[in-house]
């Protein structure tokens, strides 16, 4: 069983950069087609595509968030990592880490989330 | 850009049955598949449906999805509801990109 975790500040002041690390357990990060996505959820709202990589270092950013985002992997530790620059207020929200299938780019597995707030 | 339009809540009886709606906003929501998620509070999401119409095993067979490409639209069938039921649902699908796409979201109530 596939299981992710998220890690990372809970805390970031504006103007700094977001940054969390997801570690893939149960399986190797670099085996089947699947993609490796972070979403994110502000309190009481719905659920945000910030976008995705695959183990070959290719990636998919939401049009949004483009411009602030950065995805990366390391496959020697099983983890993939976001950063995300210039934060506000608005940036606050639990990030989730997920694996997306190659196929149907649906979410099978998912992390417990972690709460990033942006304040000073 | 490709949109996911659901209703805001929808609340009916233990027992009962309810659906709920997954409208795209462009192009043929039949073309990509739809997933659907169940999300309780405080918790991450959790699939219930993928790929339009298959259940993660696991899931009762209560559950269900369908696609109609006459209203574009997908669907969640949740029958025989249970006050376990309650939570937030969520519809999935990807653009051209491509890029993935939330509905915004449905409370459903049980009660």
């Known amino acids: 069983q596939v299981q992710l975790q998220e890690s990372g500040p809970g805390l970031v002041k504006p103007s700094q950069t977001l940054s969390l690390t997801c570690t893939v357990s149960?399986?190797?990060?670099?085996?089947?087609?699947?993609?490796w996505s972070w979403i994110r959820q502000p309190a009481g709202k719905g659920l945000e595509w910030i976008g995705r990589?695959?183990?070959?270092?290719?990636?998919n950013y939401n049009p949004s968030l483009k411009s602030r985002v950065t995805i990366s992997v390391d496959t020697s530790k099983n983890q993939f990592s976001l950063k995300l620059s210039s934060v506000t207020a608005a940036d606050t929200a639990v990030y989730y880490c997920?694996?997306?299938?190659?196929?149907?780019?649906?979410?099978?597995?998912w992390g417990q989330g972690t709460l990033v707030t942006v304040s000073s | 850009n490709f949109m996911l339009t659901q209703p805001h809540s929808v609340s009916e009886s233990p027992g009962k049955t309810v659906t709920i709606s997954c409208t795209g906003s462009?192009?043929?929501?039949?073309?990509?598949?739809v997933q659907w998620y169940q999300q309780r509070p405080g918790s991450a999401p959790t699939t219930v449906i993928y790929e339009d119409n298959q259940r993660p095993s696991g899931v009762p067979d209560r559950f269900s999805g369908s696609i109609d490409s006459s209203s574009n639209s997908a669907s969640l069938t949740i029958s025989g509801l249970k006050t376990e039921d309650e939570a937030d649902y969520y519809c999935?699908?990807?653009?051209?990109?491509?890029?993935?796409?939330f509905g915004g979201g449905t409370k459903l109530t049980v009660l």
């Open positions: 999935q699908s990807y653009d051209s990109s491509p890029q993935v796409v």
């Open positions: 997920a694996r997306e299938s190659g196929y149907s780019y649906g979410c099978t597995y």
């Open positions: 990589i695959y183990t070959s270092g290719s990636t």
């Open positions: 149960g399986g190797s990060i670099s085996s089947g087609s699947y993609y």
């Open positions: 462009s192009g043929s929501i039949a073309s990509n598949y």
